[in-house]
């Protein structure tokens, strides 16, 4: 007799399943990067001995808040057939890993204003967030959940998506719940070299892989850098490709000048 063991997930991943759902079916567009962050990744070590608190991926978030503000519509929700909505303010939803009856499970936490935040606070409120004592009733961090979230849970599939596609179709209403851009760092853990193509339901979205030495040509000589890979998606709906390709050149820019 075959031996054999059932596990059941935390309820938290069944909106991760309905987001997989709405998100296969959004128009991203994917930009697979490489960029070379030996520059930035000193300037880190060097923040980091002089006594502040920073990390890679708080300087990364803090320079997408910075370029997506100059390129606003990049983070634009579509508000019907003809119209975009075009936010103010960079909010980006990451994903936290925390640790819920003994399994690994992934919450998002919206880090508010990036635009305006310093390296240091981003920083700051990630790690609060790690430390966070992660209760069942939770979806997001730090953010108690009233009984319709819980009722979430307990509702048919095909109604817990028709949530997600309300919710995007009321784009005042998404944002305040999941900002306007996403960033996902589960790239950067394990051994693996590569991209990876996240699916999201936010306008754009980043998924941050590993950073490797590599050869690479400068001023013709080789030198080993090292280099981050990088996928961006960006909706198709409300972002045209020449927009988009601009975004791409000042983001990745902004990351090897350190412009943080």
């Known amino acids: 007799m075959t031996e054999y063991k059932i ?6 991943r069944v909106a991760t399943f309905d987001i997989c759902d709405i998100g296969s079916k959004k128009h991203h567009i994917p930009a697979l990067l490489e960029i070379d962050v030996t520059d930035t990744r ?6 980091k001995r002089g006594g502040k608190r920073v990390s890679f991926t708080a300087c990364l978030i803090k320079v997408i808040g ?5 390129h606003e519509n990049v983070a634009a929700y579509l508000n019907g057939r003809r119209e975009l909505i075009v936010f103010d303010d960079v909010n980006v939803s990451m994903i936290v890993e925390k640790s819920l009856n003994g399994q690994k499970v992934p919450i998002p936490l919206v880090v508010e204003k990036a635009q305006q935040r310093s390296v240091e606070s981003i920083f700051e409120q990630i790690e609060d967030a790690r430390n966070h004592i992660f209760g069942e009733d939770e979806i997001v961090l730090q953010s108690r959940s009233v009984w319709p979230q819980r009722l979430y849970y307990t509702l ?14 009321h784009p005042r209403l998404a944002y305040r719940k999941m900002g306007n851009v996403s960033v996902t760092s589960v790239g950067m853990m394990g051994n693996a070299n590569g991209w ?19 050869a690479v040509v400068i001023n013709d000589k080789i030198e080993i850098r ?28 902004r990351i090897e000048r350190c412009n943080f």
């Open 196 to 214: 990876f193509v996240p699916v999201s339901i936010h306008p754009v979205s980043f998924g941050i892989g590993k950073v490797t030495k590599k």
């Open 7 to 12: 596990k059941r997930f935390p309820k938290t």
């Open 156 to 169: 048919p599939g095909f109604i817990r998506r028709a949530f997600w596609r309300y919710l995007l179709a």
């Open 66 to 70: 910075d370029t997506i503000k100059d």
């Open 42 to 47: 000193k300037k880190v070590r060097e923040i």
């Open 226 to 253: 090292e280099i981050l890979n990088m996928t961006v998606l960006m909706d198709h709906d409300v972002v045209d490709g020449a927009p988009m390709a601009r975004f791409i050149s000042d983001l990745s820019s």
